[in-house]
């Protein structure tokens, strides 16, 4: 997983928004967030002890992320192995001390494929076959649109 949590991109966003984060800046990318919170749950099923851990009432997944993210920023590296990552979420739930810091802004390139359900890869399918119908349209109507200099002038063949 690589992150990028640089402080002049958490200034370029203070600076556009008025010195204020809103909530989708502090937003890390949401599959990050779905693997972490996966690999939580299916530790948790095959680890009941873990299970009760994880359902920890002061505890919670977006606390989570941003223990990681202060984390990753504090050790200066940008690339970390899954188990690293991993770690650091359990270290999070296992530790009733542990303050997740400070929200920031941070984007995380996850190397996990996505598996869609059926009815999500419908959905997809159906807006792509969309998309494609609206763009060939577009494409006609603009076709059929004659130019500004080309109303009336007819040319004559001289042959």
Do not use: W
Request: proline share 2%; glycine share 4%; net charge neutral.
């Amino acid at each position: 997983m690589f992150f990028d949590i640089s402080e002049k991109k958490q200034l370029q966003l203070l600076k556009r928004n008025n010195n204020k984060l809103n909530a989708n800046d502090m937003k890390t990318t949401d599959h990050f967030k779905k693997v972490i919170s996966d690999h939580l749950q299916q530790l948790a099923v095959n680890d009941p002890l873990f299970g009760e851990t994880l359902k920890k009432s002061n505890k919670n997944i977006d606390d989570c992320i941003t223990y990681i993210l202060n984390q990753v920023k504090a050790s200066g590296c940008i690339g970390f192995a899954d188990d690293e990552i991993f770690g650091m979420a359990i270290h999070y739930y296992d530790e009733d001390d542990v303050k997740p810091g400070k929200k920031m802004s941070a984007t995380v390139v996850v190397n996990h494929a996505v598996e869609l359900t059926e009815l999500e890869k419908e959905k997809a399918r159906q807006i792509a076959i969309d998309k494609a119908v609206e763009e060939e349209r577009a494409k006609l109507i603009k076709k059929k649109q004659p130019k500004a200099g080309d109303i009336g002038v007819e040319q004559i063949s001289l042959f």
